[in-house]
T-cell receptor, first 114, second 114 residues
Framework: AAGVIQSPRHLIKEKRETATLKCYPI?????VYWYQQGPGQDPQFLISFYEKMQSDKGSIPDRFSAQQFSDYHSELNMSSLELGDSALYFC?????????????FGPGTRLTVL | AQSVAQPEDQVNVAEGNPLTVKCTYSVSGNPYLFWYVQYPNRGLQFLLK??????LVKGSYGFEAEFNKSQTSFHLKKPSALVSDSALYFCAVRDMTGYQKVTFGIGTKLQVIP
């Protein structure tokens, strides 16, 4: 069965650069969630989208923005990168018509800021 | 590889009765375990975690979880269920080595019946 796809899997950037992470949900899933997990930390919810509209917002810095496109894939844009942004970013998708809105998680993108 | 199992697809409980949501895990080394709750179309919210110490961990909203090393379990409990507790509950384990990636279970839907 198809799973959530994230690209790239690994990304290395320098301070003050920008980065774009992509998430491709499971086909027919209409909701995407973004999470950030810093080294040795618990995952933190960043933001979510349902039918291309922001549905919930967590601890997402103002330097970050995200959107969901017509094909339901989502992109997380990160500007003015800081060392503290180094983390594993993973997204999840769910379907409002699916099993209790269960979230399926992608493998994550490991971002390293030098 | 680490894994989490939530054997129950759904748990139904009458309001005011005690509830238990089951979770078992597999991880090399010492586990770092936690529970998250998801309300419809919302991001995951942290409930509680276990690192070390007392096997009974108390968390948000009156929830608690019992760590049992011999049974490799971390069941979520609450003495008296509320209708507002109805949601999807995720158990997760974090590997304490390497990058400490989190692995989530598939979730259990809790339905509290008035």
């Amino acid at each position: 069965a198809a799973g959530v796809i994230q690209s790239p899997r690994h990304l290395i950037k320098e301070k003050r650069e920008t980065a774009t992470l992509k998430c491709y949900p499971i086909p027919r899933h209409d909701t995407v969630y973004w999470y950030q997990q810093g080294p040795g930390q618990d995952p933190q919810f960043l933001i979510s989208f349902y039918e291309k509209m922001q549905s919930d917002k967590g601890s997402i810095p103002d330097r970050f923005s995200a959107q969901q496109f017509s094909d339901y894939h989502s992109e997380l844009n990160m500007s003015s990168l800081e060392l503290g942004d180094s983390a594993l970013y993973f997204c999840a998708s769910s379907s409002t018509g699916g099993r209790y809105n269960e979230q399926f998680f992608g493998p994550g993108t490991r971002l390293t800021v030098l | 590889a680490q894994s989490v199992a939530q054997p129950e697809d759904q748990v139904n409980v009458a309001e005011g009765n005690p509830l238990t949501v089951k979770c078992t895990y597999s991880v090399s080394g010492n586990p770092y375990l936690f529970w998250y709750v998801q309300y419809p179309n919302r991001g995951l919210q942290f409930l509680l975690k276990y690192i070390t110490g007392d096997n009974l961990v108390k968390g948000s909203y009156g929830f608690e979880a019992e760590f049992n090393k011999s049974q490799t379990s971390f069941h979520l409990k609450k003495p008296s269920a509320l209708v507002s507790d109805s949601a999807l509950y995720f158990c997760a384990v974090r590997d304490m080595t390497g990058y400490q990636k989190v692995t989530f279970g598939i979730g259990t839907k809790l339905q509290v019946i008035p």
